[in-house]
T-cell receptor
Framework: KQEVTQIPAALSVPEGENLVLNCSFTDSAIYNLQWFRQDPGKGLTSLLL?????REQTSGRLNASLDKSSGRSTLYIAASQPGDSATYLC???????????FGKGITLSVRP | NAGVTQTPKFQVLKTGQSMTLQCAQD?????MYWYRQDPGMGLRLIYY???????DKGEVPNGYNVSRLNKREFSLRLESAAPSQTSVYFC????????????????FGPGTRLTVT
């Protein structure tokens, strides 16, 4: 059974810092990996999706990398801002039907 | 383009009551999903529909039923609500084909906050 782990559960950084959020998964036979953002009381917003054949994806200040063989992904946030404060979730799919297994998320607080 | 919509936004039920959560998407997605989110447990898949006319169980299907009414709509029914079903329920959709490319990103609705007393 696929398990997805995100450590630490919470992170607080000063504004302007570059930061890395980690995600690990136990079964390397994934189809794709998706990073989401969730604001309090809201639904999930898709940030980046990496296919199993890809090494990284970029969107603005966000860069996600994937190392399938070691079962790891990282989400890099450049020049963090208070508006980046949210919970970031990592999820992996093991098939084309996109069924996702989620980590429990990392709650990020960016201090002004 | 509303994306994924869910109704109702909030609901309080008494133990044993039934209700149906509604979900609709306007992105021409083939697959739809129901998740529940609980503190300390994360998001868990209840049921999914890979395509119109098919449904299948996820990780936590007990106590729930689903109907894929058409390509746009996927409903979740609680036949006899229990306090353990107090949760936030999210509907999501994915899998579309644009210009010869398959898009797998999963898009979520705003959620339904359900309390069972």
């Amino acid at each position: 059974k696929q398990e997805v782990t995100q450590i630490p559960a919470a992170l607080s950084v000063p504004e302007g810092e570059n930061l890395v959020l980690n995600c690990s998964f136990t079964d390397s036979a994934i189809y794709n990996l998706q990073w989401f953002r969730q604001d309090p009381g809201k639904g999930l917003t898709s940030l980046l999706l990496i296919q199993s054949s890809q090494r990284e994806q970029t969107s603005g200040r966000l860069n996600a990398s994937l190392d399938k063989s070691s079962g790891r992904s990282t989400l890099y946030i450049a020049a963090s801002q208070p508006g980046d404060s949210a919970t970031y979730l990592c999820a992996v799919s093991t098939g084309a039907n996109s069924k996702l297994t989620f980590g429990k998320g990392i709650t990020l607080s960016v201090r002004p | 383009n509303a994306g994924v919509t869910q109704t109702p936004k909030f609901q309080v039920l008494k133990t044993g009551q039934s209700m149906t959560l509604q979900c609709a998407q306007d992105m021409n997605h083939n697959s739809m999903y129901w998740y529940r989110q609980d503190p300390g447990m994360g998001l868990r898949l209840i049921y999914y529909s890979a395509s119109e006319g098919t449904t299948d169980k996820g990780e936590v299907p007990n106590g729930y039923n689903v109907s894929r009414l058409n390509k746009r709509e996927f409903s979740l029914r609680l036949e006899s609500a229990a306090p353990s079903q107090t949760s936030v329920y999210f509907c999501a959709s994915s899998l579309a084909f644009f210009s010869g490319r398959t898009r797998y990103e999963q898009y979520f609705g705003p959620g339904t906050r359900l309390t069972v007393t």
